[in-house]
T-cell receptor, first 115, second 115 residues
Framework: EPEVTQTPSHQVTQMGQEVILRCVPI?????FYWYRQILGQKVEFLVS????????KSEIFDDQFSVERPDGSNFTLKIRSTKLEDSAMYFC?????????????FGSGTRLTVV | AQTVTQSQPEMSVQEAETVTLSCTYD???????LFWYKQPPSRQMILVIR??????QNATENRFSVNFQKAAKSFSLKISDSQLGDAAMYFC????????????FGQGTRLTINP
């Protein structure tokens, strides 16, 4: 079964450093997403990406965050200057069409720890 | 804005018994999707079941079924013949069809299975 692949599975970084979280969505999917889950809390939408541009972003997704699809397979989330409160599980997801019509598949997540 | 509420932070059930997890949501849309996701200790997000709002028939996937009450904006998950492997966090989610197709999640219910 096709999977969304995220790397690394766990990253530790110092406050103020830049991090790039990487994702390989399912190949025939058109929509790409990043979600965040702070430990013990609910999963929160960060950003959606379609046709090589951001289609929607949440209030969390401020100027410190950016997304990119540098080639035909990767989808990245960059945090420019990490803060302690950025520590969370970050999930990449992709969908074939609208959220329910096709497979909406999550990756296994990257656990980001900012120290 | 759409919201999803899970009023049961924790639930427990005896192995082989049936348990129902509650979820309510708020939306002004008429077309949308609803989901239940399972999150085991590994923190991966696993789709359990999906319901299209335009379908009156409740979705079923093996031991998992939903009770979808559109007028009441209620979407509960019933797990029959509970198994030890069902122990996890369960998140209810609402999928917006138009626009970014993002998912809005509830706060989650931690399900414990007692042997």
């Amino acid at each position: 079964e096709p999977e969304v692949t995220q790397t690394p599975s766990h990253q530790v970084t110092q406050m103020g450093q830049e991090v790039i979280l990487r994702c390989v969505p399912i190949s025939n999917h058109l929509y790409f997403y990043w979600y965040r889950q702070i430990l013990g809390q609910k999963v929160e939408f960060l950003v959606s990406f379609y046709n090589n541009e951001i289609s929607e972003k949440s209030e969390i997704f401020d100027d410190q965050f950016s997304v990119e699809r540098p080639d035909g397979s990767n989808f990245t989330l960059k945090i420019r200057s990490t803060k302690l409160e950025d520590s969370a599980m970050y999930f990449c997801a992709s969908s074939e069409a609208s959220a329910g019509a096709g497979g909406y598949t999550f990756g296994s997540g990257t656990r980001l720890t900012v120290v | 804005a759409q919201t999803v509420t899970q009023s049961q932070p924790e639930m427990s059930v005896q192995e082989a018994e049936t348990v129902t997890l509650s979820c309510t949501y708020d939306t002004s849309e008429s077309d949308y999707y609803l989901f239940w996701y399972k999150q085991p200790p590994s923190r991966q997000m696993i789709l359990v079941i999906r319901q299209e709002a335009y379908k009156q028939q409740n979705a079923t996937e093996n031991r998992f079924s939903v009770n979808f009450q559109k007028a009441a904006k209620s979407f509960s998950l019933k797990i029959s013949d509970s198994q030890l492997g069902d122990a996890a966090m369960y998140f209810c989610a609402y999928g917006i069809i138009q626009g970014a197709q993002k998912l809005v999640f509830g706060q989650g219910t931690r399900l414990t299975i007692n042997p």
